[in-house]
């Protein structure tokens, strides 16, 4: 992720809500948590109705030696 994202900020994205059936059958949740990614709040509905939720991950600025 840090290769394509410099900080300092903020990478939002949204995936389905834990009660979702593609939560589980996509991996996509665990995959955001793997990469450092925290739950955050509840947004809108996908397109079929179904939950989504919002995961953001924190970039730090970039620390470089002098």
């Known amino acids: ?20 059936p593609g ?11 793997k990469l450092g990614f925290a739950p955050g709040e509840p947004t809108d509905p996908g397109p079929e109705g179904g939950s989504r939720q919002i995961y953001r991950l924190d970039v730090p600025a970039d620390v ?3």
């Open 23 to 33: 939560a589980v059958e996509s991996g996509a949740r665990a995959f955001y948590e």
């Open 1 to 20: 992720m840090r290769r394509y994202v410099s900080g300092p900020g903020t990478v939002e994205v949204v995936t389905f809500g834990p009660d979702h």
């Open 64 to 66: 470089r030696a002098v």
